[in-house]
């Protein structure tokens, strides 16, 4: 299975795409085969930008219908550790007033851990408990992780379900990866996702515009 994807300058993207995205707000999530969905994470450090895979359609409409429902506006990485991963997700972390219904959160994602898909750098994996708690390797309702290096962690691979790739943002990662971290690799000083924006696009223009390819 072949992926490729190449970063541009935000500024770029942001004029390329202007006349097919398409905010959404409050609307459900609608698979179609012409269009495909971009998240962008509006972070302290700039923005991360996401394609999710069609190969984990769980995890990709569960995470589509939390970010546009405002569940991550405002949660922190909670967890980060310099050349491996950053995590967040956890709304327990949010600074911001609740506007969606709690209901939105399922208990779990089932897992779809796919052996094409391994981790490596930009890499987007749903966080989950391990061990005899979670035989079915069921993965974490909101919490997800973002792969810091090629080789950071080739022992996930086949254990965690990855969803989704960085198109754009790599450069943010790597700022917040390398901040500072206490007790539980948690940052001394917090780290937020102020919003995460849903944008509806039409799968040419991901194609042209990050050289990515649709299997």
Do not use: C, W
């Amino acid at each position: 299975m072949t992926r490729k994807m190449m970063t541009i300058p935000i500024r770029i993207l942001i004029f390329l795409l202007a006349f097919n995205a398409v905010k959404i707000a409050a609307q459900d999530y609608i698979p179609d085969s012409r269009h495909d969905y971009l998240i962008t994470l509006e972070t302290d450090h700039g923005n991360i930008i996401l394609l999710l895979f069609d190969e984990a359609p769980m995890h990709k409409e569960n995470f589509v219908a939390l970010a546009m429902a405002g569940v991550y506006d405002g949660v922190t990485f909670h967890r980060v550790i310099e050349n491996f991963m950053i995590q967040s997700g956890d709304p327990a972390t949010s600074n911001v007033s609740r506007q969606y219904d709690p209901e939105i959160i399922p208990d779990h994602v089932p897992a779809e851990i796919n052996p094409a898909f391994r981790h490596r750098r930009g890499t987007v994996g749903a966080a989950r408990y391990g061990g005899e708690r979670n035989p079915l390797k069921n993965s974490s309702p909101s919490q997800f992780y973002i792969v810091q290096h090629d080789r950071a962690a080739p022992h996930l691979d086949g254990e965690y379900t990855v969803f989704g790739q960085v198109m754009s943002g790599l450069e943010v990662i790597d700022i917040i990866a390398a901040v500072p971290t206490g007790e539980r690799d948690r940052p001394l000083e917090d780290i937020r996702i102020n919003r995460a924006r849903v944008d509806r696009v039409t799968r040419s223009d991901v194609m042209k515009f990050y050289n990515y390819t649709y299997d």
